[in-house]
């Protein structure tokens, strides 16, 4: 796997000095003791969430061109402040946190701002409260996030596509209740799939809109007091529109919750695809066979060939469904505005991605794996499959459904009875069952006929499942954001 961009660690929390003497710096003022120590570990969250520290940097020079606009800072501060901003950026990006013991991503920032600039660093705050800042930065972050986990989705929708499309020949067992249903073909259940991720990756473009809306300018709680622009600073920093209440927007968390959803739902959508490949590369289905780079072996018995893979993607399902109970939990109850306890949303959220980003590609590799067992696969179709176009067959000989439906119940209790199968049945059998019966019954027992006759819209006949891969791919081709072209 890539290593994303902001993942670096913090490494550990001793030596550089703080120019405030500590975590207690961004607020010392007021305090005469120290910070319990046992409190400050409780307290700190650069382990966290250092990996925003591109967010506030970008963030954090958009404000300070702002404050200039404003008359608050002049020119050549205003211009200090952003190359200082430049250098900290440089620096982070060469160097990652080293041993910083700053409280969070904001004061390391600031603090190494202090380092670069000097005293007119301590301008750059001037209206602005880390309750809007961290807001902002996890709002620019969470929308890249968003995109990048597009993008391993789609990678998961053409894997579905294409084995869909090296199937389309193969008839297979539809399931209900696990118990053989009818007959279908191998491509309309791995278009089942496809279709299920092609929503999610709809909702994952949906909660990056949601997240595209900027709280920058909303202070701690009542707003900044400054004539700072804020549909420039939306411009700037690339937000769809600005937060209408500042205190909603300081504590507004709802698109992280939309977002740690769609996870939820695709980890749910990643353990049904995933239950489907154990089940099918078992021995007793043995419809599918997983490439080698997917499965693992036993240290115990060497016939073992186990779908790790998949077994691995169900069990994350896990944590991105405990994601979802813990940010719902984490937000019921809070009074109105920022309380502390928000800061527990990054590490739910960045679990969530983070997971997505380990699960979604080997899932994709291996559905791009599987290959299907035509032998196995016509060795477990079951005549009985076809009982229900047996009583389409008598309703096409006007017949009503329900009455039809009880003769072939009847059929189908005969040749169990016997030991056979539907198909195995005499003529006179079903003769004597019912009248209506010609010696053309027979025909109804053939797997490509019953495919073929569902070709409605959505049905699995060869035209029917034409036209839901070229819409399918209609949906992949289309630009991100876009609706396919009709
Ligand atoms: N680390 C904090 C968070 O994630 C930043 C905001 C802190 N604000 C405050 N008023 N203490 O929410």
Redesign the pocket.
Known sequence: MSKTPDRESPGSLKGEGSHTGGTGGLWGGRFEGAMAPEMRTLND?LSI?FRLWRQDIRGSRSWARALCAAGVLSEDEAETLDRGLASVAARLGRRGVERATD??V?SLVERLLFKEVGEVAGKLHTGR???D??ATDLRLWGQEAASRTEGLVVDLLEALVELAERSRQLVMPGYTHLQQAQPIRASQWALAHFWAFLRDRQRVRRAADSASVLPLGSG?IAGCPFPVDRERLRQDLGFRSISENSVDAVSDRDWVVEMIFVGSMIGVHLSRLAEDLVLFSSTEFGFLRLGDGYCTGSSLMPQKRNPDVAELARGKSGRLVGNLTGILTLIKGLPTG?N?D??E??ALLFDTVDTLTLTLPPMAGAVGSAEFRRARLEEVLDSQLLATDLAEYLVRRGKPFRASHEVVGKLVRIAEARGRSLNELPFETFREVDAAFDRDVHEVFGWERSVESRSVPGGSSTSAIQSQLEEARRHLAAPPGAAPAS
């Open positions: 969250s969430d409280e969070d904001h409260s880390r309750n800042q961290v701690a920022y502390r928000l800061q949303d990054k």
